[in-house]
Each structure stands twice: as structure tokens, then as C-alpha cells.
């Protein structure tokens, strides 16, 4: 695949504070393994390709909503990550989205 330079895009997550190995990714549901999906950075998951939430939506957005005239159909990534904290299953979700 031939990528012009400057047009890739990864994305970057940062791992809460208390997450310790071993731990498991998840995007939109779907577990990742370490290597093919995303590479760890210190406290960062880096992921080669790029992911997006949706974020807020405007007035308009929300007004044809209701009236039923537009869905929403923006890609609306969500990663989370299962870890243990005193050995109790804790699942951070819905992490915060950078751009590399």
C-alpha cells in the first residue's frame, strides 16, 4: 500500500493511572491484541490507524434527531480497558481519543 507521507493518521489512548499488566483492549466492543492491533508507549496505547469519536452534537444535529428526519452515522470509536485493582475486574471505558 502505497501512503503518501504526512496523511497517516494513528491515534493515541492514555492508560489510567492505576492500570497495571496484564490488562485487555477492547474497540467497540472488540478485544485487540498487543502487536497487531496497537503497540504500548510508556502509559499510551498507540494505534496505527485512526480512530474517532463522535463527539458533541450541535443543535441541528440533535433538532433533526428527535424529528426523526437524520440518524447519526459518524464513526464513533470507543476503546476500553479491562484490568484488575485489588484484585477486583474494573473496566475503564470509553477512553479519550488522540490524534498522533
Do not use: C, H
Not at 483492549?25 to 472488540?30: A, D, E, H, K, L
Request: proline letters at 6%.
Amino acid at each position: 500500500m502505497n501512503v503518501p507521507e504526512g496523511v497517516y493518521r494513528g491515534t493515541r489512548v492514555r492508560l489510567p493511572a492505576d492500570v497495571a499488566r496484564p490488562f485487555q483492549v477492547f474497540v467497540n466492543g472488540v478485544q485487540q491484541e498487543e502487536g497487531a492491533d496497537f503497540r504500548i508507549d510508556g502509559r499510551t496505547l498507540v494505534f496505527d490507524r485512526e480512530l474517532k469519536s463522535e463527539g458533541k452534537l450541535g443543535f441541528w444535529r440533535w433538532a433533526s434527531l428527535w424529528v426523526g428526519v437524520a440518524g447519526t452515522y459518524r464513526q464513533n470509536d470507543s476503546v476500553d480497558v479491562a484490568y484488575q485493582r485489588g484484585g477486583k475486574p474494573v473496566v475503564a471505558a470509553k477512553l479519550p481519543l488522540e490524534p498522533l
